[in-house]
């Protein structure tokens, strides 16, 4: 693991992994994260993270049960790039090992999952388990609090996104080494952060900034191509 150098002989600090969870976050708020800035988690928010995991232990049940050859929670990470996490399930096929990804959400966004696809940060994140494990085949499993709808969709390793995605915990890992704070990437997705405090004088302020610049625009760009096939089966 990388180590920090310190001033004034301290000891050196281990420097943060990276979570494959902000894969399709912001870059001032991945660098937040590395650095251990602290969260504003709301109430509601903290019962919405209680449920997702409830149900995600459900879910890995229904793997489990479902396929022989199935590991919950398997580790994975790459020294180089900083990056540790677990993927929700590993699963052996016939055409090799195929990772899965369960997220939950709320009836709001899993009408934009059904209207336009999966989000960019789930589909990041089910992305970069892939090129780091080297896995030809990945599934992102979407679930709507509380109904139990599901939407399913498969996804190829995608070098467009393995680019993308070395390049945007490249920079990451350039800031966290010099401990400083990238300029805002402003979006809509500011109005639900759980740092916006860190970036904006006051509610009224992060408004005004989202009303006029209300679309992501990250640096480089997301791809454009997006090779999702949405399937009624985890694996097919």
């Known amino acids: 693991m990388p180590i920090a150098k310190e001033e004034g002989g301290k ?10 969870s902000l894969a399709g976050s912001c870059l001032r708020y991945q660098v937040m994260d590395v650095l251990g800035f602290g969260r504003l988690i709301d109430p509601d928010s903290q019962a919405a993270m209680r449920a997702g995991s409830a149900l995600h232990q459900v879910f890995q049940a229904e793997l489990r049960e479902a396929y022989a050859m199935c590991r919950v929670e398997a580790k994975i990470g790459d020294n180089q790039w900083g990056v540790s996490g677990r993927m929700d399930a590993l699963l052996d096929t016939s055409w090799g090992q195929w990772v899965v990804e369960y997220k939950t959400v709320s009836p709001q966004r899993f009408e934009k999952v059904l209207e336009g696809g999966p989000l960019l940060t789930h589909w990041a994140q089910l992305q970069l388990y892939m090129m780091l494990g080297d896995l030809a085949k990945g599934s992102l499993v979407v679930e709507e609090r509380p109904t139990g709808r599901r939407l399913i969709f498969h996804a ?5 996104w393995s ?13 966290q080494l010099s401990r400083e704070l990238p300029e805002r990437e402003v979006s809509g997705e500011c109005l639900s952060c759980d740092r916006w405090q860190r970036c904006f004088r006051d509610e009224s302020d992060r408004a005004q900034r989202v009303w006029t610049h209300p679309v992501w625009e990250p640096e480089p760009g997301v791809p454009s191509r997006w090779a999702f096939v949405p399937s009624k089966d985890i694996v097919s």
């Open 11 to 20: 000891k050196p600090r281990k420097l943060r992994k990276f979570p494959p």
């Open 156 to 160: 190829d390793l995608d070098p467009l």
């Open 163 to 175: 680019d993308w995605l070395k390049d945007r915990i490249g920079r990451v890992k350039t800031y």
